[in-house]
Protein backbone atom coordinates (compact mmCIF):
# COMPACT_ATOMS: atom_id res chain seq x y z
CA UNK A 1 0.00 0.00 0.00
CA UNK A 2 1.46 3.37 -1.20
CA UNK A 3 0.41 6.83 0.59
CA UNK A 4 1.19 9.68 -1.14
CA UNK A 5 0.26 13.07 0.76
CA UNK A 6 0.18 16.05 -1.42
CA UNK A 7 0.76 19.67 -0.69
CA UNK A 8 -2.63 21.65 -0.34
CA UNK A 9 -0.04 24.86 -0.88
CA UNK A 10 1.36 23.50 -3.91
CA UNK A 11 -2.37 22.06 -5.35
CA UNK A 12 -3.83 25.23 -4.86
CA UNK A 13 -1.13 27.02 -6.53
CA UNK A 14 -2.08 24.77 -9.97
CA UNK A 15 -5.80 24.59 -9.23
CA UNK A 16 -6.33 28.91 -9.12
CA UNK A 17 -5.66 30.05 -12.71
CA UNK A 18 -7.70 26.88 -13.91
CA UNK A 19 -10.78 27.38 -11.97
CA UNK A 20 -10.25 30.75 -10.88
CA UNK A 21 -13.51 31.87 -13.29
CA UNK A 22 -15.88 29.79 -12.60
CA UNK A 23 -15.06 30.76 -8.24
CA UNK A 24 -16.99 33.93 -8.55
CA UNK A 25 -20.35 31.82 -9.63
CA UNK A 26 -20.13 28.64 -7.22
CA UNK A 27 -18.35 29.84 -3.99
CA UNK A 28 -19.86 31.19 -0.69
CA UNK A 29 -18.01 33.83 -0.33
CA UNK A 30 -18.26 36.98 -2.39
CA UNK A 31 -15.55 37.16 -4.54
CA UNK A 32 -12.42 34.42 -4.94
CA UNK A 33 -11.05 33.75 -3.03
CA UNK A 34 -7.46 31.80 -3.54
CA UNK A 35 -7.90 29.28 -0.54
CA UNK A 36 -11.87 28.67 -2.16
CA UNK A 37 -9.88 26.80 -4.68
CA UNK A 38 -9.06 23.96 -3.17
CA UNK A 39 -13.08 23.05 -3.02
CA UNK A 40 -12.62 23.13 -6.96
CA UNK A 41 -9.72 20.22 -7.10
CA UNK A 42 -12.47 17.59 -8.40
CA UNK A 43 -13.10 19.81 -11.37
CA UNK A 44 -9.69 19.90 -12.92
CA UNK A 45 -7.99 16.88 -10.68
CA UNK A 46 -6.97 15.69 -14.62
CA UNK A 47 -4.98 18.67 -15.02
CA UNK A 48 -2.66 18.37 -11.44
CA UNK A 49 -2.50 14.71 -11.17
CA UNK A 50 0.51 13.04 -12.66
CA UNK A 51 -0.34 11.24 -16.07
CA UNK A 52 0.06 7.88 -14.68
CA UNK A 53 -2.63 8.18 -12.56
CA UNK A 54 -5.58 7.29 -14.46
CA UNK A 55 -8.50 6.68 -11.72
CA UNK A 56 -9.96 8.26 -8.48
CA UNK A 57 -12.00 8.06 -6.10
CA UNK A 58 -12.63 11.12 -4.33
CA UNK A 59 -15.13 11.31 -1.02
CA UNK A 60 -15.99 13.45 1.56
CA UNK A 61 -15.09 13.02 4.99
CA UNK A 62 -18.70 12.68 6.78
CA UNK A 63 -19.52 9.33 5.14
CA UNK A 64 -19.99 5.78 6.59
CA UNK A 65 -19.05 2.56 4.37
CA UNK A 66 -21.51 -0.18 4.64
CA UNK A 67 -19.56 -2.04 2.09
CA UNK A 68 -15.79 -2.41 0.35
CA UNK A 69 -15.11 0.65 -1.45
CA UNK A 70 -13.27 -1.51 -3.60
CA UNK A 71 -16.62 -2.58 -5.07
CA UNK A 72 -17.19 1.42 -5.68
CA UNK A 73 -14.24 0.82 -8.41
CA UNK A 74 -16.14 -1.47 -10.76
CA UNK A 75 -18.41 1.26 -11.31
CA UNK A 76 -15.93 2.84 -13.65
CA UNK A 77 -16.58 -0.27 -15.33
CA UNK A 78 -20.11 0.66 -15.76
CA UNK A 79 -19.23 4.40 -17.91
CA UNK A 80 -21.11 4.67 -20.83
CA UNK A 81 -19.05 5.97 -23.90
CA UNK A 82 -17.69 10.23 -23.50
CA UNK A 83 -18.72 9.61 -19.79
CA UNK A 84 -16.04 11.47 -17.79
CA UNK A 85 -17.53 11.44 -13.87
CA UNK A 86 -19.43 8.82 -11.73
CA UNK A 87 -21.70 10.82 -9.04
CA UNK A 88 -24.75 10.61 -7.84
CA UNK A 89 -27.92 12.45 -7.63
CA UNK A 90 -28.60 15.52 -5.31
CA UNK A 91 -31.21 14.22 -2.78
CA UNK A 92 -32.93 17.64 -1.56
CA UNK A 93 -34.93 20.17 -3.76
CA UNK A 94 -31.64 22.39 -3.60
CA UNK A 95 -31.22 22.59 -6.94
CA UNK A 96 -34.86 23.38 -7.87
CA UNK A 97 -34.50 26.36 -5.56
CA UNK A 98 -31.17 27.62 -7.62
CA UNK A 99 -32.62 27.19 -10.68
CA UNK A 100 -36.04 28.81 -9.64
CA UNK A 101 -35.78 32.00 -12.64
CA UNK A 102 -35.02 29.70 -15.45
CA UNK A 103 -37.50 27.53 -14.34
CA UNK A 104 -39.87 30.06 -14.10
CA UNK A 105 -38.58 31.25 -17.70
CA UNK A 106 -38.91 27.66 -18.76
CA UNK A 107 -42.13 26.09 -17.44
CA UNK A 108 -41.57 22.53 -19.43
CA UNK A 109 -37.82 21.65 -18.46
CA UNK A 110 -36.74 18.87 -16.38
CA UNK A 111 -34.30 21.26 -14.73
CA UNK A 112 -35.05 20.86 -10.89
CA UNK A 113 -37.42 18.71 -11.08
CA UNK A 114 -36.95 14.89 -9.13
CA UNK A 115 -35.85 11.83 -10.50
CA UNK A 116 -36.42 9.31 -12.02
CA UNK A 117 -37.79 11.90 -14.98
CA UNK A 118 -36.08 15.28 -13.64
CA UNK A 119 -32.49 16.79 -13.32
CA UNK A 120 -31.94 17.44 -10.05
CA UNK A 121 -28.55 18.39 -9.91
CA UNK A 122 -25.83 16.27 -8.54
CA UNK A 123 -24.49 15.63 -4.94
CA UNK A 124 -20.22 15.40 -5.28
CA UNK A 125 -19.88 13.68 -1.76
CA UNK A 126 -18.88 10.46 -3.61
CA UNK A 127 -17.08 11.21 -7.04
CA UNK A 128 -15.64 8.49 -9.76
CA UNK A 129 -12.64 10.50 -11.57
CA UNK A 130 -11.78 8.91 -14.96
CA UNK A 131 -8.61 11.57 -15.55
CA UNK A 132 -8.03 9.51 -18.59
CA UNK A 133 -10.95 10.50 -20.26
CA UNK A 134 -11.21 14.00 -18.35
CA UNK A 135 -7.95 14.51 -20.31
CA UNK A 136 -9.08 12.90 -23.53
CA UNK A 137 -12.44 14.72 -23.88
CA UNK A 138 -12.44 17.72 -25.42
CA UNK A 139 -15.86 18.73 -24.83
CA UNK A 140 -15.47 18.76 -20.82
CA UNK A 141 -12.49 20.59 -21.46
CA UNK A 142 -13.81 23.16 -23.16
CA UNK A 143 -16.50 23.72 -20.32
CA UNK A 144 -13.94 24.31 -17.99
CA UNK A 145 -12.85 27.47 -20.31
CA UNK A 146 -14.53 31.21 -18.58
CA UNK A 147 -16.07 32.01 -21.55
CA UNK A 148 -18.24 28.62 -21.43
CA UNK A 149 -18.66 28.82 -17.34
CA UNK A 150 -20.06 32.70 -18.66
CA UNK A 151 -22.31 31.45 -21.18
CA UNK A 152 -23.62 28.56 -18.80
CA UNK A 153 -24.06 31.21 -16.02
CA UNK A 154 -25.70 33.65 -17.88
CA UNK A 155 -27.97 30.95 -19.67
CA UNK A 156 -29.31 29.10 -16.20
CA UNK A 157 -29.27 32.70 -13.99
CA UNK A 158 -27.38 30.41 -12.04
CA UNK A 159 -24.92 31.73 -8.82
CA UNK A 160 -24.63 28.73 -6.37
CA UNK A 161 -21.60 28.16 -3.12
CA UNK A 162 -21.18 24.70 -3.35
CA UNK A 163 -18.03 25.10 -5.41
CA UNK A 164 -17.31 21.84 -7.56
CA UNK A 165 -20.68 20.24 -7.06
CA UNK A 166 -22.10 23.24 -8.63
CA UNK A 167 -20.20 23.24 -11.33
CA UNK A 168 -21.06 19.35 -12.24
CA UNK A 169 -24.30 20.18 -11.91
CA UNK A 170 -24.79 23.14 -14.35
CA UNK A 171 -22.50 21.34 -16.85
CA UNK A 172 -24.85 18.13 -16.47
CA UNK A 173 -28.04 20.33 -17.12
CA UNK A 174 -26.37 20.65 -20.67
CA UNK A 175 -24.26 17.92 -21.16
CA UNK A 176 -25.57 14.76 -19.09
CA UNK A 177 -23.47 12.37 -21.42
CA UNK A 178 -20.20 13.39 -19.70
CA UNK A 179 -21.94 11.49 -16.53
CA UNK A 180 -22.20 8.52 -15.16
CA UNK A 181 -25.24 8.55 -12.56
CA UNK A 182 -24.35 6.46 -9.31
CA UNK A 183 -27.32 4.81 -7.87
CA UNK A 184 -28.58 6.79 -4.83
CA UNK A 185 -27.07 3.92 -2.49
CA UNK A 186 -23.76 4.52 -3.20
CA UNK A 187 -24.21 8.15 -1.73
CA UNK A 188 -27.34 7.99 0.61
CA UNK A 189 -27.91 11.96 2.01
CA UNK A 190 -29.32 12.51 5.27
CA UNK A 191 -29.78 16.22 5.14
CA UNK A 192 -32.79 16.65 5.55
CA UNK A 193 -32.50 20.74 5.65
CA UNK A 194 -34.82 21.57 3.08
CA UNK A 195 -37.81 19.83 3.77
CA UNK A 196 -38.56 22.60 6.51
CA UNK A 197 -37.19 25.38 4.31
CA UNK A 198 -40.24 25.83 1.47
CA UNK A 199 -40.46 22.31 0.23
CA UNK A 200 -41.92 20.12 2.06
CA UNK A 201 -44.77 18.91 -0.33
CA UNK A 202 -42.11 18.10 -3.15
CA UNK A 203 -39.28 16.74 -0.58
CA UNK A 204 -39.95 13.04 -0.58
CA UNK A 205 -39.68 12.95 -4.04
CA UNK A 206 -36.01 13.69 -4.28
CA UNK A 207 -35.16 11.94 -1.03
CA UNK A 208 -36.42 8.39 -1.72
CA UNK A 209 -33.71 6.03 -1.66
CA UNK A 210 -34.57 2.21 -2.81
CA UNK A 211 -32.22 -0.30 -2.29
CA UNK A 212 -29.56 -1.62 0.44
CA UNK A 213 -27.06 1.46 1.17
CA UNK A 214 -23.61 1.30 0.66
CA UNK A 215 -22.62 4.77 1.62
CA UNK A 216 -24.38 7.18 3.90
CA UNK A 217 -23.54 10.12 3.85
CA UNK A 218 -23.90 12.83 7.10
CA UNK A 219 -24.22 15.96 5.04
CA UNK A 220 -24.88 19.32 6.87
CA UNK A 221 -23.77 17.48 10.29
CA UNK A 222 -26.76 15.27 10.34
CA UNK A 223 -25.88 11.76 12.74
CA UNK A 224 -25.69 8.20 10.75
CA UNK A 225 -27.45 5.53 11.81
CA UNK A 226 -25.84 2.99 14.16
CA UNK A 227 -25.28 -0.49 12.77
Same mark, same amino acid.
Given at each position: CQVIVHDVNELTEKLFPIVEAMQKHFSAGSG????????? $????MH???PKEITR?????LDLKYKTNIRDLFDEFDNFPEGAVIGIAREMQPVYRHTFWQYRRENPQTKVGEPPPDGLPGFNSGVLLLNLEAMRQSKLYNQ? $????MVQKLTEKYHFKGHLGDQDFF???GMEHPELFHVLDCTWNRQ???WWRDHGYSDVFDQYFQCEGEVRIYHGNCNTPIPED
Amino acid at each position: CQVIVHDVNELTEKLFPIVEAMQKHFSAGSGTYYSDSIFF $LSVAMHRVMPKEITRIIQVDLDLKYKTNIRDLFDEFDNFPEGAVIGIAREMQPVYRHTFWQYRRENPQTKVGEPPPDGLPGFNSGVLLLNLEAMRQSKLYNQL $LEPTMVQKLTEKYHFKGHLGDQDFFTMVGMEHPELFHVLDCTWNRQLCTWWRDHGYSDVFDQYFQCEGEVRIYHGNCNTPIPED
